[in-house]
């Protein structure tokens, strides 16, 4: 009886032990189950966390990228505007050569028409006192004419009072008397005709007033 309660306890003994044993085997397994599940979470919020930072990097390279293509475009526009006012300032430089060039030209004609301006003027002021000579030696000369006139008229009488007694007493070629009257009363009017006798002035020189006898 007591071998076989001590069987019976010594094989209720082992079937606990194994029991415990397979408890413990399956907590244990519980724990690797965990253990593998924690580290399974972790890796997987490793993972998420890895791929928000490469999703970050990826926009942040798109940005990058998006930047860098909008800076080169500017760039380009940039080297375009800049070959586009180099171009301008080539033809604005040409312009200003032209017009410098025109500016010399004016210059030089308006000196030259200065000077011809001058030229004309003291042509201008010679011809002005020429002509105010001219126009004295015109008031003298109709003086004179009038003078000559009256002396003509004077002659005229006397050739028409003139009487036989007179023609014959200068022909008289005697004595000769008469004939130093008459040349005496001649030389009187050659005087005034002298006087009143008007000769163009000559270039460089005076007027010569005075008739051959």
């Known amino acids: 009886m007591l071998i076989a309660v001590a069987l019976s306890a010594s094989a209720w003994a082992a079937g606990e032990s194994r029991e415990k044993q397979m408890l413990r085997r399956v907590q244990q397994q519980m724990q690797q189950v965990e253990q593998a599940r924690a580290q399974a979470e972790q890796e997987k919020l490793a993972a998420l966390a890895d791929r928000d930072a490469l999703a970050s990097e990826v926009d942040r390279l798109r940005r990058d990228s998006r930047r860098l293509a909008g800076v080169r475009a500017a760039r380009a526009r940039a080297e375009t505007v800049l070959k586009g006012a180099q171009a301008e300032i080539v033809a604005l430089q040409a312009r200003l050569d032209a017009v410098e060039t025109r500016l010399a030209e004016s210059r030089r004609q308006g000196q030259t028409t200065a000077r011809a ?9 010679r011809t002005e006192a020429a002509l105010a000579d001219t126009r004295q030696e015109l008031g003298r000369c109709v003086d004179h004419n009038g003078q000559l ?9 006397k050739y028409r009072d003139k009487s036989c007694q007179d023609a014959l007493a200068q022909a008289e070629p005697f004595t000769g ?3 130093v009257d008459v040349e005496n009363l001649l030389e009187t009017w050659r005087d005034r005709a002298d006087t009143g006798r008007f000769a163009a002035r000559p270039a460089g020189g005076a007027a010569a007033d005075t008739i051959p006898r």
Request: net charge positive; proline share 0%; aromatic share 4%.
């Open 149 to 157: 006139y009256g002396l003509s008229r004077e002659l005229m009488a």
């Open 177 to 179: 008397l008469r004939r």
């Open 117 to 125: 301006l001058a030229d004309t003027e003291s042509a201008r002021s």
